[in-house]
């Protein structure tokens, strides 16, 4: 048996307060991190600036402002912030502006004015000498979007002294839609299950309900749609809607509204109506008199989304009557309360033979201008289904009397799910700085949804969110900055990539610069990489059946032909891709000049987009020099060994970041790493099976063949 030796208390006391296990960092807290400022000089700066905090206002949203910026300037500037109800020098004054003090109001008026119902000021003032910080805003709302903002300036390092500041939201609408069903699983989730818990509601509010409110409003987001737009006609019921109104509640103090997405025979489901046809009377009542029950419940409920006629989901053709009767019928009844419609053109019929690409444009530019004032109708980013790449929706240029909403996928359905690093600002920035050319050059899609372009009063766009019950939220650490970048670009467009993720990068893991620059490299180079390795040169669709994990652009002889892979890459012995020119569907004719000829032509379309547009032949010459398959192969390889880069590369920063981030990411990363792989051994052996061709020498050949990855199944993967 050993012997213990009695050791003297005083070592036990030192083990104790050197050796304190640092709390891992589990993600939870998101980009909200409110840790100490590490840099000297700047601490300094804003300790010098923050003295003291003058609160005004009396209400929940005054509640949760002061409840914020009590954790975050003690955590930040590490001492307590004293309240004051006096300017004193160095105060930070917080108010809306009937509530601020009438000298300072005064001065700030005509600032004020500019910032809408939505929109803030943070302002730098000398009032009676003493120098304060304004943070003030018309409506409420836009005073707790000032202080997150301001705390966002904290976080990131910027320079207090002198500010003047008016932001505006450019985008009046900014939702998240999730997918979330009634039993708690989420379509195409990634993340855990539904953050609803819809059996405790509405008595059991979930602390994780708080902060995902703040989450939200941090980033602008003003709206959330709860439901999956495969929509339960049951969350219309009185015991529903009790829990949703719950939700209602706990949001509306940060500015969040709660919109449902609803079931269009739910009249029949839930109503005990024969039809749910919107040209029949008695659905005309019910309709109205649901919605007059939500209000009831909910006066400030935002609206429905409604997947109508696609995909299976019931709609107004079931009785001959177009998605405008339908959209109209609910914004009739939405209209005296100040509800909205969401009407998505997510529609493609299973028994066309046209093009999947060119059918929501068929369908819905006929209606353009029939749609009721408080219609919008919501459209995916590109023309098929939140692929890697798509070029941008030809209806974002050919709509110009209705007000189209923005549809991106935070979750990565296509991407990788929760395990791939995907920075997908690049792939929001890429679409909505897109050009339309619907009313000559500059008519980018950000100006056509944020309304500008055709004058519109309102306008949207929406996120698929991409949260669940993972601690962190989102599954993988960075698909955090996902959300945060569809938020911040919701709230101005006009932002650059870059911006976003140094934003996010100083919020959520560091503020070191070469670590900065490091993870930034990484982020912004992610989704090109993906797309490399899934999709290269304008391939989409070639995705695992059903659960859309992996590749298999082997798929073919299914339900639907546009549900298979073979359909979209057209793959045969003279060459790949989908020929969308006059001399095939001819879906270019759908874009507005000279975007149409652009894409028409083999020479001038982008090698991003070329098998989108066109079938090229294996031996077809690229602009540089190699045969399409070669310069095919060369995109999967590089796209895989792309990722082994980054993989090496977050490596370096072992021991730079808090350990439990690094080794979360670092697993990720060796899944992605082994995936990316296998997306391109599998695309590349099958499509040689057409091609006939070599891969190039210098490439390493695939270890497995064919048939391993055909023979590869997922039973519960998840969908
Ligand atoms: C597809 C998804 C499916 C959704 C559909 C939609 O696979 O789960 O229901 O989009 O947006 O991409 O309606």
């Known amino acids: ?107 700030l008026r005509s600032l004020i004015e500019r910032t809408g119902d939505e929109g803030f000021l943070i302002k730098t003032l000398r009032v009676e000498q003493k120098k304060i910080i304004v943070i003030t805003a018309n409506e409420e709302r836009g005073v707790l979007y000032g202080v997150f903002a301001f705390l966002r300036l904290l976080q990131t390092g910027q320079e207090i002294d002198s500010l003047e500041i008016i932001s505006i939201p450019r985008i009046k609408l900014r939702l998240l839609n999730h997918w979330d069903n009634l039993d708690r699983t989420v379509e195409r989730g990634y993340a855990g299950f539904s953050l609803w818990d819809w059996h405790k509601l509405p008595d059991y509010i979930h602390p994780y309900y708080i902060d995902y409110a703040r989450a939200n409003a941090s980033i602008g987001i003003n709206g959330t749609v709860l439901n999956n737009v495969n929509a339960n006609a049951l969350i219309l019921t009185p015991l529903y809607l009790e829990k949703v109104a719950a939700l209602a509640d706990v949001f509306r103090p940060f500015g969040i509204r709660v919109y449902l997405s609803i079931r269009f025979s739910a009249p029949m ?80 019929k299973a028994s066309a033979k046209e093009d999947r690409a060119k059918q929501a444009y068929n369908e819905f530019v006929p209606l353009d201008g029939a749609f009721r004032k408080n219609v919008l109708v919501q459209v995916k980013n590109g023309p098929i289904d939140f692929q890697p790449r798509e070029p941008f929706h030809p209806l974002f240029g050919a709509m110009l009397g209705t007000p189209l909403m923005m549809e991106f996928q935070i979750t990565q359905e296509y991407l990788g799910f929760s395990t791939h690093l995907v920075y997908l600002g690049t792939l929001f920035e890429e679409a909505l700085r897109s050009d ?41 650490i960075f698909a955090q900055a996902n959300w945060y970048a569809f938020g911040r670009l919701a709230w101005d467009h006009g932002l650059t990539s870059t911006e976003i993720v140094e934003e996010w990068i100083k919020m959520t893991l560091s503020r070191i610069t070469h670590v900065l620059e490091k993870i930034k490299t990484i982020m912004l180079s992610s989704r090109e990489i993906t797309v490399n390795y899934m999709t290269p040169l304008g391939l989409h669709h070639i995705m695992g059946w059903e659960n859309h994990y992996g590749p298999a652009p082997w798929i073919k002889d299914k339900v639907r032909e546009d549900w298979t892979s073979v359909y979209y890459h057209r793959a045969d012995e003279r060459g790949i891709g989908f020929d969308r020119s006059a001399t095939g569907s001819d879906a270019v004719s759908q874009y507005a000049e000279p975007v149409r000829n652009r894409f028409a032509s083999v020479d001038s379309c982008p090698d991003a987009l070329l098998l989108w547009f066109h079938h090229l032949n294996w031996n077809d010459r690229m602009k540089s020099g190699e045969i399409l398959w070669d310069a095919l192969c060369r995109r999967y390889y590089d796209g895989a060994r792309s990722v082994t880069r980054m993989r090496k590369e977050w490596d370096t920063l072992r021991g730079e970041l808090d350990a439990k981030i690094f080794t979360h990411v670092e697993r990720m990363l060796a899944i992605q790493e082994k995936e990316a792989v296998w997306w391109r051994n599998a695309c590349v052996l099958y499509f040689q099976t057409f091609s006939g061709l070599p891969i190039p020498d210098d490439l390493p050949k695939p270890d497995k063949s064919l048939q391993y990855y055909q023979d590869l199944s997922f039973p519960f993967a998840p969908k």
């Open 1 to 107: 048996m050993m012997k213990m030796t009695k050791r003297p208390p005083f070592v036990f006391l030192f083990i104790l307060l050197f050796h304190q296990p640092t709390v891992a960092d589990d993600g939870y807290r998101l980009w909200l991190k409110y840790d100490r400022i590490e840099h000297d000089q700047i601490l300094e700066s804003y300790r010098r600036n923050i003295e003291k905090q003058f609160i005004l206002g009396n209400t929940a949203t005054t509640k949760i402002i002061k409840d914020e910026l009590s954790a975050a300037l003690p955590g930040l500037l590490g001492r307590q912030i004293g309240e004051t109800d006096e300017i004193r020098d160095n105060t930070l004054l917080v108010a809306s502006a009937v509530d601020l003090l009438p000298m300072v109001a005064e001065r």
């Open 436 to 476: 339309t050319y619907a009313m000559g050059a500059g008519s980018s899609v950000a100006s056509v949804i944020d309304g500008s372009l055709h004058g519109h009063d309102i306008s949207g766009i929406a996120g698929v969110a991409n949260t669940g019950t993972d601690r962190n939220w989102t599954g993988h």
């Open 269 to 348: 489901e839930i109503g005990g109506l024969q039809v749910s046809d919107p040209l029949n009377p008695a659905v005309q009542v019910w309709w109205r008199e649901k919605v007059k029950e939500i209000y009831n419940n909910i006066p400030d409920f935002g609206g429905f989304l409604v997947k109508a006629n696609s995909e299976g989901q019931p709609g107004p053709q079931d009785y001959g009557r177009s998605h405008a009767d339908g959209a109209n019928m609910l914004a009739a009844a939405l209209e005296p309360y100040g509800g909205v419609v969401m009407w998505r053109a997510f529609v493609y």
